[in-house]
Nanobody, 119 residues
Framework: VQLQASGGGLVQAGGSLRLSCAAS????????QGWYRQAPGKQRELVAT???????SYADSVKGRFTISRDNAENTVYLQMNSLKPEDTAVYYC??????????????WGQGTLVTVSS
């Protein structure tokens, strides 16, 4: 199983980016999916999560600006980021708790995609 994240880049403050993370491999179903980020010199922090039923949760710092969504048919999770601020600069990682064909639950991470917001 692999998680492939994409969509990062350089954007000016106030701009938007959309991150994608596609899961592939022997997957039975995906439970929780989420996005985390790690800024230079800081610990990794939770940005947003979404359950298989579509229930979402956000860090206070991104509420009202970021939207997490998922396409269950494509095993893909998205993060729409609007009104970006320089403090959003970080490497963004996707995460998935998923069931493989053996019906065991596993936790996977994507490789990270860099988001840089210039002031």
């Amino acid at each position: 199983v692999q998680l492939q994240a994409s969509g990062g880049g350089l954007v000016q403050a106030g701009g938007s980016l959309r991150l994608s993370c596609a899961a592939s491999g022997s997957i039975l179903s995906i439970n929780m999916q989420g996005w985390y980020r790690q800024a230079p010199g800081k610990q990794r922090e939770l940005v947003a999560t979404i359950t298989s039923g579509g229930r979402t949760s956000y860090a206070d710092s991104v509420k009202g600006r970021f939207t997490i969504s998922r396409d269950n048919a494509e095993n893909t999770v998205y993060l729409q980021m609007n009104s970006l601020k320089p403090e959003d600069t970080a490497v963004y990682y996707c995460n998935a708790a998923l069931y493989r064909m053996n019906k065991a639950l596993y936790d996977y991470w994507g490789q990270g995609t860099l988001v840089t917001v210039s002031s």
